[in-house]
């Protein structure tokens, strides 16, 4: 079994920045990629960056492109979020998955743990 856990989301004013971890734990595992997604109310949970294992393979929604930087440690277990110039339009809470395997993906059924969220809230 695999635990996610995020953390690090709070309220920031537009322009500011912030870093969100999310640290996997409950057993000894390689070979994964992370991504992280995000659902703002009233909205579906949308696709928001991932990377691979070997952290050389990364990729980002159009929206966030430019702004937002993924990133992992695999000797802890964690990947991280960078977030710059955020906008309230980035309000969501942010989910990090774990996809099983050498290869990556946006599509979010294809993710086999999830966390519990973590809310960022961007105010104008």
């Known amino acids: 079994q695999v635990q996610l856990v995020e953390s690090g989301g709070k309220l920031v004013q537009a322009g500011g920045s912030l870093r969100i971890s999310c640290a996997a734990s409950g057993r000894t595992f390689t070979n994964y990629a992370m991504g992280w997604f995000r659902q703002a109310p009233g909205k579906e949970r949308e696709f928001v960056a991932v990377?691979?294992?070997?952290?050389?393979?990364?990729y980002y929604t159009d929206s966030v492109r430019g702004r937002f930087t993924i990133s992992r440690d695999n000797g802890k277990n964690t990947v991280y979020l960078q977030m710059n110039s955020l906008k309230p339009g980035d309000t969501a809470i942010y989910y990090c998955?774990?996809?099983w395997g050498s290869g990556w993906t946006l599509d979010s059924d294809e993710y086999d743990y999830w966390g519990q969220g973590t809310q960022v809230t961007v105010s104008s």
């Open positions: 990377i691979a294992w070997s952290g050389r393979i990364t």
């Open positions: 998955g774990l996809h």
